[in-house]
């Protein structure tokens, strides 16, 4: 039998009146009532007052916020289909649950409203008044040592293949494998196959010692199943699951990518690379820019797909290369993807009632990389959500549409969302997509004859960029986009020769000071 069954029989048996059951608020310890303050005030608007998952701003969020009435929990170290610790529950009220809606109440709320809330969100379930119910943590064994090792690596990727996960994660882990576009979680909500390239949004957290716990204990209420069965089958040893996560973890950055404000374009010796393959692009530092959902005009989006876009840029002199890659589960138009794309449709709200543009359909990927028309002098700046009628931007635009002129790219000003004035002069753009990624490389010469429209880029320059991207299988096209804000890019000039001098020159100056402080020592002990 299996726990959720098992739970099942528990409430038909309480229905029936069979199991006394004492009021939820007298079992605990903990104060219910200084915790339902905490929660009304700070949990409600998404858990809903009766904690079913269902508060004001619920429709907005994909995935939904938890309905606690159910006690199905996705982040536990106890198996399959049983109930959380407390310890479980406090993890994820300190911490949050990254890549959702769910923020980290640590340092927001106190050790004792913590404490309070987590007692309190209990009391929804009668589940957890069921003391015959023991809920016990999974023992985990520690880390085995290697684990970024080639052969560690090649034993975690065997099993990668041989236990299914490339079904629903797809060959190389971004979220696209054959089953993909048909999870929903117990809800019946679409729920996308994680992008194991993106631990840090894990809802468990990212390291290998995370991901193992997962995979023993799976994530309840979704697709994503435990496979500890596999261990006590001998399928597979547990050094073996262990090789498996770190696996897992290596497709990953070791850090979570830093946002940091400048892109910088070191300056080549040779030719730019227009292939988004070329080898020089391996060498050249890559910059993450997180991206949000539009929400400041309608219909506003709050489920962007692309959460984020690496960017790198390099230069000759003469011309600007600028490499974006980015992850994207499908490459649209795909009509595998259709039906997914509706139930994301109907589930997320958009605070636009009248439905328009909500059909689905089979939209491109798209991508915009935004510029002012002019470098400013100082740090003024066109409005960031392209633009405005008065003061447009100068943006590339670039598309998977087939057949697309240009070869999908365009040049053009914007002002605002909803107007796009294309210009004659397109850069060069070229695209490739392997498994679940997109890249595309853009470039352009520095110099161009229109002036007016056309950023003019110089070297030495902080030249403000901004980047937008349309994921067309999640139904975004329009407004519906995920969007950044502004950065810098600045193209590196040539190293000037004062750049070795100077600390040659301050050397010598020290060493100089330094024997004259020394001389004026000696003197005066003489
Ligand atoms: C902005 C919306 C929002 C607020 C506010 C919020 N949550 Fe959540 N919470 C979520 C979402 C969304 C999820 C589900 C994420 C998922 O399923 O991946 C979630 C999930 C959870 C979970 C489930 C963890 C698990 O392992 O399944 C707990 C526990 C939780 N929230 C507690 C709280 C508490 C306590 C508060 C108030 C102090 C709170 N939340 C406030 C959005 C919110
Ligand atoms: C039936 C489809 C399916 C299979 C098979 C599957 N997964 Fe998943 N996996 C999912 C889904 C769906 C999620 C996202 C759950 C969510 O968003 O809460 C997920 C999430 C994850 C996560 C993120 C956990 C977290 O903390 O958020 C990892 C890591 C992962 N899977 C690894 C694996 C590995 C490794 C395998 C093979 C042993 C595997 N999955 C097999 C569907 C699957």
């Known amino acids: 039998m299996t726990a959720r069954s098992r739970r099942i029989g528990v409430a038909m ?8 059951l004492p009021s939820p608020l007298s079992l605990v310890a903990q104060d219910t009532t200084v915790g339902k303050k905490v929660y009304v005030k700070w949990c409600a608007g998404c858990h809903g007052e009766t904690g079913a998952g269902d508060g004001p701003a619920a429709a907005y969020m994909l995935p939904r916020p938890r309905n606690f009435t159910g006690a199905v929990y996705k982040i536990r170290t106890t198996a399959s289909g049983q109930l959380p610790t407390d310890a479980d529950l406090l993890r994820a009220i ?32 009668s589940f957890f008044t069921d003391t015959s119910q023991h809920v016990v943590a999974l023992t985990f064994g520690s ?30 882990g971004r979220g696209d494998g054959p089953s993909a576009p048909t999870l929903k979680d117990d809800a019946g909500f679409p729920i996308f196959a994680a992008d194991l390239h993106q631990s840090w949004r894990f809802r468990g957290g990212a390291t290998s010692a995370d991901i193992y716990r997962r995979l023993r204990t799976g994530l309840d209420g979704t697709p994503m199943p435990s496979f500890s069965d596999l261990i006590d089958q001998k399928f597979l040893t547990d050094e073996q699951l262990w090789r498996l996560a770190q696996y897992v973890r290596s497709l990953s950055p070791a850090r979570t990518p830093e946002v940091r404000d400048v892109i ?6 040779g030719a730019v690379p227009a292939a988004p393959g070329d080898s020089v692009w391996a060498r050249v530092d890559q910059y993450w820019f997180p991206l949000v959902g539009q929400v400041i005009r309608k219909p506003r989006w709050f489920a962007p797909a692309v959460s984020g876009v690496w960017v790198q840029a390099v230069h000759d002199g003469k011309s600007l290369a600028l490499r974006v890659s980015w992850d994207d589960r499908t490459r649209s138009p795909d009509t595998t993807w259709l039906g997914f794309e509706r139930r994301v449709l109907e589930t997320v709200a958009g605070g636009d009632d009248s439905g328009t543009g909500r059909t689905a359909g089979a939209f491109p990927d798209q991508l915009a990389v935004q510029f002012p028309r002019r470098i400013p002098g100082g740090m003024e700046r066109p409005y960031f959500l392209m633009g405005a009628e008065t003061d447009p931007v100068y ?8 057949n697309a002129a240009g070869g999908g790219a365009a040049a053009g000003l914007a002002r605002g969302l909803e107007r796009f004035d294309s210009l004659p002069g397109a850069p060069r753009v070229q695209a490739s997509y392997d498994h679940g990624e997109w890249r595309v490389v853009f470039t352009r010469s520095l110099a161009t004859p229109d002036t007016a429209n056309e950023l003019q880029l110089e070297a030495g320059r902080a030249i403000p960029v901004a980047l937008f991207a349309w994921d067309g299988s999640s139904g975004e096209h329009g407004n519906r986009l995920a969007v950044s804000t502004w950065y810098f890019l600045a193209l590196d000039q040539p190293t000037p020769p004062r750049v070795f001098v100077t600390p040659v020159v301050a050397m ?19």
């Not at 048996?13 to 006394?20: D, H, I, Q, R, T």
């Not at 923020?103 to 209990?122: I, Q």
């Not at 975690?156 to 994660?169: A, E, N, P, T, V």
């Not at 010598?508 to 003489?526: K, N, S, W, Y």
């Open 13 to 20: 048996l309480v229905a029936a009146g069979g199991v006394p």
């Open 94 to 125: 300190d911490d949050g649950l990254p890549g959702s809606a769910m923020p980290a109440w640590r340092g927001r709320l106190s050790d004792a409203e913590r404490r309070d809330v987590l007692a309190y969100l209990k009391t929804f379930s």
């Open 143 to 172: 880390e085995p040592g290697g684990g970024t090792n080639a052969e560690a690596l090649k034993t975690g990727r065997q099993f990668y293949d041989s236990i299914g996960c490339r079904k629903c994660h797809g060959d190389q």
């Open 264 to 269: 910088h374009a070191p300056r080549l010796a």
């Open 395 to 402: 943006q590339w635009r670039w598309t998977s549409a087939p």
């Open 508 to 526: 010598l100056l020290t060493l100089g000071l330094g024997i004259v402080v020394v001389r004026r020592a000696q003197r005066r002990q003489a």
